[in-house]
């Protein structure tokens, strides 16, 4: 028989409680979940200031019924999901089938014993009260999909499937291991739609594909596998035909040189917390894609397989790891009894992606480089090794090296991160002492992954030359000093790697704003990214996107300390260069610019003055720095190459705020059961931002939909997530609205003293 699938997404009840609930306590929900985020944060949640703020040690229950219409003999019957946090149970019909502990794993339990014909009967208890929680925020509940499968005994499974690609010629070789025994007819379709290639066999199918479509960041070209038994079974998957060598002169990828220009990601998604859709990601990930981005490191977990999805479909390179910490922190608790479990569910479910390229076994360890952490290390890289022999793997190693001391309780260590990075009467000082304990770790890894060492690349590398080097971790705006990590020195770390063809790349700290690992009450979480929240990129940005772009581009900034603190972590900060011309208290005077450009030469236009700052290619990573005398009204910058204008950016000074101008942060059609960002920004009569107006923005809707949460991508700000107004911050507040239904839907926006902001999505013919 073939096999059924359901979605598990609506349906679902929640409730809080120690023990569970009354029924009349259940309250409808969605997965994705999270029910910590739309709390108000709590200065007295001490212990959660990594956690942001928010309350979140509670448990929760959920409820939900599957109705099977037969329970047929040699059928069986599974649950799968793909990530609950944290120390799930379940049950059916009332019998205790599993559940699982770390709340990054997918897992799937066999509930074919406890199901019966009809309505079956799911209750899921999510304990989320343990300590200590994740350095970052991690929110609470079933935050990932839930499928229910029902398929023959004798079945495909993707875990046991592997897949490995060689480019021969001018052919592509798909070797594919089945894990079966018995006969199984794989056939391949290529990207257009046209049968491909097609083979049967047991435990070895070969398929050889003439002129593939090679899968890259740059083209990322999917075959889709489908493989089936006899008895009707089936499975598809989408695979990339491509090939990747890394190695000590960097990495290629279908025999063609690439630089991986990547950025760090945690998986929350601000206001939503970590209840985050596909397509919410993919329009970040859209983002990301435009400013040349074509790598993520995943940190420091696994991600949703539909973030692995998307990277498979768009065209990122991942860097996919495990875990944080090993013996201290979350993970501690799991270690010695979850490790190989854990880390197995990494590497079967995404081996056979074209976008993973390396592992990565642990990030910032206790006791980097002594032999305690070195034994562990090699433990972890065999394991990874044995299951896929086809990728590097790897560990983030922090700057910090320290000598042996006395043992470690790490059950008692609060903030196991300040433990790691904190220098002590321990701390490293020397070179060749720091190197040999890089050697050490080095032994055991095929790159040498290093969080915010470019300082030290050309030392590393002449003590081991062999290998490639990865900046694991990068600061967005300074890069350090041979004798200080933290020399707030002006020059973007993340574009050290062009330099030396034996570092692959750069992983910048970090693509956007995420929840947690706050620097102190109120702020709910960090600033120092690329992005805020809502997207609106901050001047490191503009940085990366006129090295990584393909585009001509020009843009300029200009330096305002007015618009207040965002409670950086100071050597991540960006300085505060904003899209503003906009400073009402200054009468005359110069204020300090930024231009980033790849234009060959700039000009500057105020007020019918023109300025010629220094040619970019004698500056520093190509940015302009300077002053510009203040004229309100407007300044315009335009980029040259030769004679000719191949870009301008403005800024204006406002008039007197109008109006809120609604605009949608993405331009997909969203469907039913689907979210997006829609952003207010205040503007005067002109449509010019007005970023200096704070006035509390509401929003409503009508028609088929609903106000999820709100939000004004300061941190520091404490109206909680699930209110309908919210005080604009650089004139803007943002919401997420989800569609509920096909008929047409409209989302207002207002203020006192604004005329009304509107956006529509019109009515959608449904199948």
């Known amino acids: ?131 200590p929680a994740d350095r970052w925020y991690s929110g609470c509940g079933i935050y990932r999909p839930v499928h229910w499968m029902e398929l023959d005994e004798t079945h495909l499974d993707e875990a046991r499937i592997e897949v490995q690609v060689s480019l021969d010629g001018d052919d592509a070789v ?36 003439k002129s593939p479509v090679l899968w890259s960041a740059e083209m990322p070209a999917l075959y889709r596998l489908t493989m089936s038994l006899q008895d009707g079974d089936s499975i598809e998957m989408h695979i990339g035909l491509r090939s990747v060598q890394i190695g000590e002169n960097g990495l290629l990828v279908n025999g063609i040189p690439v630089k991986l220009h990547g950025v760090c990601l945690h998986q929350d998604m601000g206001c939503l917390g970590i209840a985050a859709t596909k397509e919410m990601w993919k329009d970040r990930l859209e983002k990301l894609k435009a400013i040349g981005c074509n790598a993520l490191r995943l940190a420091h977990h696994m991600h949703s397989s539909e973030m692995l999805d998307l990277c498979d479909e768009m065209g990122f390179y991942v860097y996919s790891e495990c875990f944080d910490k090993w013996h201290g922190g979350l993970y501690g608790r799991y ?13 079967m479910r995404d081996r056979n992606r074209p976008s993973v390229i390396i592992w990565g076994v642990g990030n910032e360890v206790e006791n980097q480089g002594l032999k305690s952490m070195v034994d562990t290390l090699s433990m972890l890289t065999d394991r990874v090794r044995a299951l896929d022999s086809t990728r590097p793997v790897t560990y983030a190693m922090n700057p910090h090296f320290k000598r042996p001391g006395k043992q470690i309780d790490f059950s008692r260590v609060k903030d196991i991160q300040q433990l790691v990075d904190e220098a002590d009467d321990r701390e490293i000082e020397d070179m060749d002492e720091r190197l040999a304990c890089i050697s050490a770790i080095a032994e055991h890894v095929d790159i040498i992954s290093c969080n915010y060492q470019e300082q030290w690349f050309d030392d590393i590398h002449r003590a ?70 809502d997207g609106t990129p901050r001047c490191s940005a503009y940085i990366l996107k006129s090295h990584w772009g393909r585009t001509p581009m020009v843009h300029i900034s200009i330096l305002d300390n007015a618009l207040g603190d965002e409670y950086t972590k100071s050597h991540w900060a960006n300085p505060p260069y904003e899209d503003v011309w906009d400073f009402p208290d200054l009468h005359q005077g110069v204020l300090p610019f930024l231009i980033t450009t790849n234009c060959e030469r700039v000009e500057i236009h105020i007020a019918g003055r023109i300025f010629h700052p220094p040619l970019p290619a004698a500056q520093t990573d190509g940015r ?117 239904g096909p008929r047409n839907v409209r989302i207002r926006a207002c203020a006192a003293g604004l005329s009304d902001g509107e956006a529509e999505w019109e009515s959608l013919e449904m199948d």
């Open 464 to 533: 081991i030359p062999g290998k490639p080097i990865l900046s694991t971790e990068a600061y967005p705006f300074f890069v350090g000093h041979h004798e200080s990590m933290q020399n707030y020195t002006e020059r973007v770390p993340a574009l050290i790697p062009e330099a030396f063809p034996w570092v692959l790349g750069s992983f910048v700290w970090s693509g956007y704003d995420y929840l947690g690992e706050s620097m102190g009450w109120p702020s709910k979480g960090w600033t120092g990214s690329l992005f805020r929240m």
């Open 335 to 347: 270690f010695d009894s979850d490790w190989q479990t854990d880390l197995d569910a990494m590497i």
């Open 624 to 740: 302009l720095t300077g002053f510009v005398p203040w004229a309100p009204g407007k300044i315009e910058v335009f980029g040259f190459n030769g004679e000719t204008c191949v870009c301008r950016h403005a800024l204006y000074t406002p008039g007197v705020p109008a109006a809120l101008e609604v605009t949608s942060m993405s331009d997909r059609i969203v469907k039913p059961g689907e979210e997006m960002l829609l952003r207010a920004q205040i503007v005067d009569a002109e449509g010019h931002p007005c970023i200096r107006d704070t006035r509390p923005v509401s929003f409503d809707v009508q028609g088929d939909a609903e106000i999820l949460a709100t939000d004004n991508c300061n941190l520091m700000e404490t109206t909680p997530y699930s209110s309908r107004q919210m005080p604009a911050w650089h004139g803007a507040v943002s919401a997420v609205v989800r569609r509920t």
């Open 174 to 209: 798909v070797s594919i291991r089945t894990g079966m025994k018995e006969l199984v007819n794989a056939r391949l379709t290529a990207p257009d739609g046209m049968p491909a290639a097609e083979a049967c066999g047991s435990e070895l199918i070969c398929l050889r594909v």
């Open 1 to 131: 028989m073939k096999r059924e699938h359901i979605l598990l997404q609506s349906g679902w009840l929640f409730a809080l409680g120690s023990e569970k609930p009354s029924e009349s306590a259940f309250q409808p929900v969605q997965i994705p979940h999270d029910w910590a985020v739309s709390r108000p944060i709590d200065p007295l949640a001490s212990l959660d200031m990594a956690q942001g703020w928010f309350n979140r040690k509670e448990v929760g229950w959920y409820q939900n019924t599957v109705t099977i219409r037969e329970k047929w003999p040699g059928r069986r019957y599974m649950l799968c999901l793909d990530g609950i946090w944290e120390c799930s149970d379940i049950w059916i019909n009332g019998q205790h089938m599993g559940g699982h502990r770390y709340g990054y794993t997918p897992f799937r339990l066999d509930v074919t014993e406890a199901v019966n014909a009809g309505e079956n009967t799911l209750l899921i208890r999510v304990d989320n009260t343990r300590e």
